[in-house]
C-alpha cells in the first residue's frame, strides 16, 4: 500500500517537473528578440564581429555609433552615406526602446534616462545578467571578451539568448 | 527571357563591381602612373614587406597587416574581437580581389588603422601583386 502511493507520488511530481520545464521553456522563447533582416546591416555589420541585434541598445545608442564609423572602438568601420542612412533607419527602428518584447524593455529600462552607451557590455542589465562569469572566463582564447556573446550564446545572433541555450566554451 | 537575364546579369555585375585581380592591378597601375610619372611596375616583394612590417601606432601599439591577417596569407587570420578572417591569398581564396568596392572599402579603412593615412597606388598595386605571388 505504502509502495503504491510512493509510486503515484513519484510519478505526478515527475510530471509536474516536466510541465514546469515546458512552460519554462516557452516563456525563454518568449523573450527571444524578433527576427529582424536587413542585407546591408547583415553584410557591413558582421565582418569584424558578431551581428548584434538592435534590439540590444536603445535608437539614441545607435544614432551615436552610426555618426562615429570612422573612430569606431579604435577601428575605422566607415560607411558612404547610402549605406549609413539605410543601416541606422534599420537599427532605429528596431531598437530597445523602440520593441515590444521583454528582453529589450529590461536592457533599455536598465540604461539612465542621461547615458547614450555604445555597449550592450557596459549596460548594468548585461553586468547583473554576467555577475557570476569572471573576468579571466571572458579572456578565454576561445572567447575572447564579453562582447562575443555567440561564445557562450550560440544563437544570439538571432536575439536568443535563452538560458537552455548557454555553453562557455573551455 | 534571354536577354532580361543577361539585362539582369549585367545589372549586378555593375552592382556588386565584379573584377578580377589583373584589372585591379591594371587600374591601381594607371593611378599610380598619374601620382608618379617614374613609376616602374608592381613588386611582390615591396608587397611582402609592406604587408609585414609592424608600424608604431599613435595609439602606443604595433600593428600591421599581418596583425590580423596573419603572417601567411594562406591561413585564417583573426579581427581584434576574435572573429574568423578568411585568407587573403586568391590561390586558396578566389573570391580575393575580384570585388572593386569591397577591396576599395576595407584599403580605405586598414590602411588608416595601421598607417595612419590612405594608401598610395604604387602600395595597394604591390600587396595585390604580391597576394597574387603566393602559391
Not at chain 1, 57 to 67: A, D, G, H, I, T
Not at chain 1, 143 to 169: D, L, M, R, T, Y
Request: net charge positive; charged share 25%.
Amino acid at each position: 500500500m505504502k509502495n503504491w502511493m510512493q509510486l503515484v507520488l513519484l510519478f505526478t511530481s515527475i510530471s509536474a517537473t516536466s510541465a514546469l520545464l515546458a512552460s519554462g521553456g516557452m516563456e525563454e522563447g518568449g523573450r527571444a528578440m524578433p527576427v529582424v533582416s536587413n542585407a546591408k546591416w547583415a553584410a557591413e555589420c558582421s565582418s569584424c564581429h558578431m551581428l548584434y541585434h538592435p534590439g540590444l541598445l536603445p535608437e539614441r545608442s545607435w544614432r551615436k555609433m552610426m555618426l562615429g564609423l570612422d573612430k569606431h572602438f579604435g577601428e575605422n568601420a566607415s560607411l558612404d552615406a547610402a549605406m549609413q542612412k539605410e543601416i541606422t533607419a534599420f537599427l532605429a527602428l528596431n531598437s530597445a526602446d523602440k520593441q515590444d518584447n521583454r528582453r529589450a524593455k529590461r536592457i533599455n529600462q536598465s540604461i539612465p534616462a542621461n547615458s547614450t552607451p555604445l555597449r550592450i557590455t557596459e549596460t548594468r542589465y548585461f553586468t547583473d545578467k554576467h555577475d557570476e562569469v569572471s573576468a579571466n572566463t571572458f579572456k578565454r582564447k576561445s572567447i575572447g571578451s564579453a562582447s562575443n556573446c555567440v561564445a557562450c550564446h550560440k544563437n544570439a545572433e538571432k536575439g536568443n539568448f535563452s538560458e537552455s541555450q548557454i555553453k562557455i566554451p573551455r | 527571357m534571354r536577354k532580361s537575364m543577361l539585362i539582369i546579369g549585367l545589372l549586378l555585375s555593375f552592382k556588386t563591381f565584379a573584377a578580377t585581380p589583373q584589372e585591379l592591378l591594371k587600374q591601381y597601375e594607371s593611378q599610380a602612373k598619374q601620382e608618379h610619372s617614374a613609376f616602374a611596375g608592381f613588386s611582390a616583394e615591396k608587397g611582402a614587406t609592406f604587408f609585414k612590417t609592424e608600424r608604431l601606432h599613435s595609439d602606443g601599439k604595433k600593428v600591421s597587416c599581418a596583425t590580423c591577417h596573419t603572417a601567411d596569407p594562406r591561413n585564417q587570420g583573426k579581427t581584434r574581437a576574435n572573429k574568423v578572417i578568411e585568407p587573403m591569398a586568391p590561390i586558396v581564396n578566389p573570391k580575393r580581389f575580384t570585388d572593386r568596392a569591397k577591396v576599395e572599402k576595407w584599403f580605405g579603412r586598414n590602411c588608416r588603422d595601421v598607417l595612419e593615412r590612405a594608401c598610395t597606388a604604387q602600395e595597394k598595386g604591390d600587396y595585390v601583386a604580391y597576394m597574387l605571388s603566393i602559391q
